[in-house]
């Protein structure tokens, strides 16, 4: 079943309009600004293992403890910048994905230098096919397996498949002309 379709069963209401707000506004939507591609690329990290409601749940905290997704300040993270991650409750305390997120930032720096941003890269390597595609997350960045690399690219409006043609939703994101069109 699709994400569009899932969500009209949710109960109770609150997580259905949780998940509603997510897919009618962000999900399938392109996003244009590096810090905020970084701030899904955090979040697709995060959900691994765990349940996409769980990150949309603390997807403020995640905003507020990483600097509102700021490139250039979570490269610059020390050891107790990595610790008082560790121990902030509101956000998924992993290690592995708080080194990711701090490693991930010095990439896109670097990305940015040669490119001239981070949607500049991404632009430069599409069109690809998803096995493509996580090809070279693997080898540019940590901890982006599969399904991590699908839904970022997805969420983005890089790979299509966000929204079921028949979906409301689906012609408002055509019209923000995502890359896939292409």
């Given at each position: 079943m699709s994400y569009?379709?899932?969500?009209?069963?949710?109960q109770p209401e609150s997580r259905k309009e949780l998940h509603k707000n997510y897919h009618d506004h962000y999900y399938g939507f392109?996003?244009?600004?590096?810090?905020?591609?970084?701030?899904r690329l955090i979040l697709e990290i995060n959900q691994a293992g765990l349940s996409w409601e769980?990150?949309?749940k603390k997807e403020e905290s995640f905003r507020k403890a990483y600097n509102n997704f700021n490139i250039q300040t979570?490269?610059?993270?020390?050891?107790e910048d990595r610790e008082r991650l560790m121990n902030d409750s509101g956000i998924i305390r992993n290690r592995l994905k708080i080194n990711a997120a701090i490693e991930n930032a010095k990439t896109i720096i670097q990305l940015q230098k040669e490119f001239?941003?981070?949607?500049k890269w991404l632009e430069h390597h599409h069109p690809k096919t998803l096995q493509e595609w996580m090809k070279l997350f693997k080898k540019?960045?940590?901890f982006t397996g599969g399904e991590i690399v699908n839904e970022f690219l997805m969420s983005t409006g890089y790979?299509?498949?966000?929204?079921?043609?028949?979906?409301p939703v689906y012609?408002?994101?055509?019209?923000?002309?995502?890359?896939w069109m292409e």
């Open positions: 569009c379709l899932a969500i009209e069963g949710m392109p996003i244009h600004d590096d810090n905020e591609l970084f701030g769980t990150v949309l979570i490269a610059a993270y020390t050891e001239g941003s981070f949607e540019t960045f940590k790979l299509k498949g966000a929204h079921a043609e028949t979906c012609k408002t994101v055509l019209e923000q002309k995502p890359l």
